[in-house]
Structures are given as structure tokens and as C-alpha cells.
């Protein structure tokens, strides 16, 4: 593909990617609360998108991906945290989702960090971040990725008709904890894994990656659903277009950039071994199942 193609497709990913974010913020804003004249909602999508941006620069210069992971969890922290101060009297709903907002995204950012500081570079900036259109690009669809995932959380903190504690709080938060306890005992186990130099070269097929191919995706998944859930109660009109938010997260995993590129890469490496071909057969892709004997 030719520099010009390339330099069409990034200007067209950035232009779409802010079209589609004006779009939530619009829906979005519809019944929320007010700061200087301003729907909150809209102010967190702001924050979303100027973060990444401002990143951008200093990234583009060094062209270095290092911060990129880290950034986006700094993000969901900075826009949950503007949403809650810009928001006047926010109730228990919203306090509790915010709290599980930003103690998922602490957890998230420094297991992220940590690996790439492990691990080193990610290979898939490499043809990326030597490009100012395709990088730039990358960070702009971040902070899409942003928006769109706490675009329920975001309704329930910024609603101007707020809820009393009921069954779809209790509920929602009741799946939130099961999903992060999942992800974070899968991430664990992972880390733990490759920490053994015995498994050198290997693939987990223990613990929870016994019960799924991606335990850690299936709990990222159930988590935002949590969300979504407690958002109900405060949904009307145009903001129930915030329940994009677990369909997003579904779409972005299982279609996009989660499980197709980790599954692309296990199969070039173990493809051929009957070992990791007796394991695919046997373990589902995404939603757990007790091993097979």
C-alpha cells in the first residue's frame, strides 16, 4: 500500500473516530448534568480525546509506544474523576460506579506497564509510530475506545435524574466483582506462568486457562456488562444508546483486536503441535466451561 492510500486511511480512521465520539457525546449529553453551561458528558469526552492527543506529541518525538497502554488507563482515571467533581450532588450509584471505574483502571494501567516493561516494545507499533498520520491515528481511536467502554459508567455518574439503590445496582455490581475477579486471577495466573522459566516457550493450559482460551477477555467482558446494568435506571431517551458500552467491549474482543490477533499468533507459533491442537478443541474461545476429562 502506497504512502498516499495510507495517509487517506488515517485521516478518514481520525475524522471517523471523532465523528462517532461527537456522536455519544451528543446522545450522551441528552439529560446530563451541567458545568458552566456545558453538559459534563461532553466535558468527559473532551478529556478523552485531549489526553490522548497531548501524548501524542511527546510520543510522535521519541517514537516510543510506552506510554500508549498506560495512557489509556490515566484517561478512564481523568475523565471519571472530572465527571465526578463536574457533577453536582453525585448519589451512591454514581460514587460506587466510579469507584469501580477507576479501581479497574488502576489495576488495568500498572499490569499493563509493568508487562511492557517486562516484555519490552510492542511489535505492532513498529510500521505505526515511525508515521505521524498513522500514529496519531492510534491515539485518537484510544480515546474512541475510552469514550464508547465508559459510556454507561459516564451516564450514570453525569445523570441529572438520579436513582435510589435498588436491584440493578446490586445486581450490576455483583457481576462487576465476579468479571474483575476473573480477569485479575487470570492475569495473575498468566504472569505467574511465563515467570517460570521452566514454561519457557510453552502455552497455559491451567487454572482458568483450563476453562477458556481468554478467561482474562470473558471477565473484561462481564465487568462492563456490571457496569451497564447499574446504568438502567437512569437511561432514557437518547442515552440508552450508552448500553454500547458492553457491545462495544464484546465487538472490540471477540472481533477486532482481542482474541482473532492472539489466536492469529498462537497458531503460528503451536499451530502444528498436537498438544496445543488437543487444547483448542477442547477449551472454549471465550465463555468458561469445566475442563474435559
Known amino acids: 500500500m502506497n504512502e498516499q492510500k495510507q495517509a487517506r486511511i488515517s485521516i478518514?480512521?481520525?475524522?471517523?473516530?471523532?465523528?462517532?465520539?461527537?456522536?455519544?457525546?451528543?446522545?450522551g449529553s441528552s439529560g446530563s448534568v451541567e458545568a458552566g453551561g456545558v453538559?459534563?458528558?461532553?466535558?468527559?469526552?473532551?478529556?478523552?480525546?485531549?489526553?490522548?492527543?497531548a501524548v501524542f506529541v511527546p510520543s510522535f518525538l521519541a517514537r516510543t509506544e510506552a506510554y500508549f497502554d498506560l495512557t489509556g488507563s490515566v484517561t478512564y482515571i481523568s475523565v471519571t474523576a472530572v465527571a465526578v467533581v463536574a457533577s453536582d450532588d453525585v448519589d451512591t450509584r454514581a460514587l460506587i460506579v466510579a469507584a469501580a471505574v477507576l479501581i479497574w483502571a488502576a489495576r488495568l494501567?500498572?499490569?499493563?506497564?509493568?508487562?511492557?516493561?517486562?516484555?519490552?516494545?510492542?511489535?505492532?507499533?513498529?510500521?505505526?509510530?515511525?508515521?505521524?498520520?498513522?500514529?496519531?491515528?492510534?491515539?485518537?481511536l484510544q480515546g474512541l475506545w475510552v469514550l464508547l467502554t465508559l459510556a454507561a459508567a459516564l451516564a450514570v455518574i453525569t445523570a441529572e435524574d438520579r436513582a435510589d439503590v435498588d436491584v440493578f445496582l446490586v445486581v450490576g455490581m455483583v457481576i462487576w466483582v465476579i468479571g474483575f475477579a476473573i480477569e485479575v486471577t487470570a492475569?495473575?495466573?498468566?504472569?505467574?506462568?511465563?515467570?517460570?522459566?521452566?514454561?519457557?516457550?510453552?502455552?497455559?493450559?491451567?487454572?482458568?486457562?483450563a476453562w477458556s482460551r481468554h478467561p482474562n477477555y470473558f471477565g473484561e467482558i462481564t465487568l462492563w456488562t456490571g457496569i451497564a446494568i447499574t446504568a438502567l435506571p437512569v437511561l432514557s431517551g437518547w442515552?440508552?444508546?450508552?448500553?454500547?458500552?458492553?457491545?462495544?467491549?464484546?465487538?472490540?474482543?471477540?472481533?477486532?483486536?482481542g482474541i482473532p490477533m492472539l489466536e492469529r499468533r498462537a497458531e503460528k507459533r503451536w499451530g502444528s503441535d498436537?498438544?496445543?491442537?488437543?487444547?483448542?478443541?477442547?477449551?472454549p474461545a471465550l465463555v468458561p466451561r469445566p475442563p474435559r476429562s
Not at 478518514?12 to 446522545?27: E, R
Not at 517486562?118 to 492510534?138: A, C, P, Q
Not at 492475569?187 to 486457562?209: C, H, M, V, Y
Open 109 to 140: 494501567g500498572s499490569f499493563l506497564f509493568r508487562r511492557i516493561r517486562r516484555d519490552g516494545g510492542d511489535g505492532r507499533f513498529d510500521w505505526i509510530k515511525t508515521n505521524f498520520l498513522r500514529f496519531l491515528m492510534t491515539w485518537t
Open 12 to 27: 478518514g480512521g481520525i475524522i471517523a473516530s471523532v465523528a462517532v465520539g461527537a456522536g455519544v457525546a451528543l446522545a
Open 239 to 257: 442515552r440508552w444508546l450508552m448500553l454500547v458500552s458492553p457491545l462495544f467491549v464484546v465487538l472490540l474482543l471477540t472481533r477486532i483486536s
Open 39 to 53: 453538559a459534563v458528558f461532553a466535558i468527559g469526552a473532551i478529556v478523552a480525546y485531549s489526553i490522548n492527543w
Open 274 to 283: 498436537p498438544a496445543f491442537r488437543a487444547y483448542t478443541d477442547s477449551t
Open 187 to 209: 492475569d495473575r495466573q498468566k504472569s505467574a506462568f511465563r515467570a517460570d522459566p521452566a514454561n519457557e516457550g510453552r502455552f497455559i493450559t491451567t487454572g482458568l486457562w
